[in-house]
């Protein structure tokens, strides 16, 4: 099986590109962020043509994610237990989404940006996080052969060479010390790189900004992310980041991330 996870920063903007995407990499489970959309916006029949089924949960122009699969989509699951919500609103925005596909729980996951060290979408950040982690580790607790993907855009650079520039992100977000940690408690947990190995750094990145030229100038970050608990970990064939998909006119910031499965 091959599962990829794309930030795609807007489904209704680049339908076209990740359905070429999906046919040109024969993709059969995509987990998508980033969708910007609600659920009656969202394309669906653009991948139903394609033969993959559509799980989607988006409320407003913000946020979304999604997941397609042409090899099962079963008992889709919207938010995991414990997710914090935003501020004072009581509904958690849609920034979680999981369903099985041929046996692999797949959670598409858009973690919270932080926006600034300061600010109460940080301390959200975090405890978006520790819920996370704390319903994986139960996961796992209660069944140790699960075979789980938490798989998306994690908005944390866990290492010094997954930025290009360490000194540009020194008083920021996405590289600081709580941040890295509470990615490290998730791996801890039990649920491992799986793409690192087959991708090292430094200079492999899955995000480049728009501004300022920094995809041409190589100026990077490694944000998106697939782990997966010891039972997925061990089918893992090959892993890697298309990088050739943020190329061109129309592209995403972000780049999608590929794991073949035997």
Not at 21 to 38: G, I, P, S, W, Y
Not at 228 to 242: K, Y
Request: hydrophobic share 40%; charged share 25%.
């Amino acid at each position: 099986m091959r599962l990829a996870t794309w930030n795609v920063n807007s489904i209704r903007t680049r339908a076209d590109r990740v359905a070429a995407f999906l046919e040109r990499h024969d993709v059969d489970v995509l987990a998508m962020q980033e969708t910007k959309c609600r659920d009656d916006q969202f394309p669906e029949a653009r991948f139903t043509a394609l033969g993959y089924e559509v799980a989607h949960v988006g409320y407003s122009q913000w946020n979304g994610v999604s997941i397609l699969s042409r090899v099962g989509l079963e008992d889709v699951t919207v938010g995991f237990p414990g997710q914090p919500c935003w501020g004072e609103d009581t509904s958690c925005e849609a920034r979680a989404l999981a369903a099985t596909c041929a046996g692999v729980r797949v959670w598409s996951l858009y973690v919270p940006n932080g926006r600034t060290l300061a600010d109460p979408h940080y301390t959200y950040k975090l405890e978006w996080l520790a819920a996370l982690r704390g319903t994986a580790a139960g996961w796992l607790a209660d069944d140790p052969a699960a075979q789980v993907a938490l798989v998306g855009d994690w908005n944390i650079v866990p290492q010094d060479d997954d930025v290009w520039d360490m000194s540009v992100f020194s008083t920021s977000t996405h590289v600081s010390a709580p941040e890295r940690a509470a990615f490290q408690a998730v791996v801890d947990a039990g649920y491992a790189d799986l793409v690192r190995p087959h991708a090292p750094g430094p200079g492999v990145y899955t995000y480049w900004d728009y501004t300022q030229l920094r995809f041409p100038r190589r100026e990077g970050m490694r944000i998106d992310f697939a782990l997966g608990s010891p039972a997925l970990a061990a089918r893992v064939d090959g892993a890697f980041i298309d990088r050739e998909e943020r190329k061109g006119k129309g592209a995403s910031d972000h780049a999608p991330v590929v794991v073949d499965l035997s």
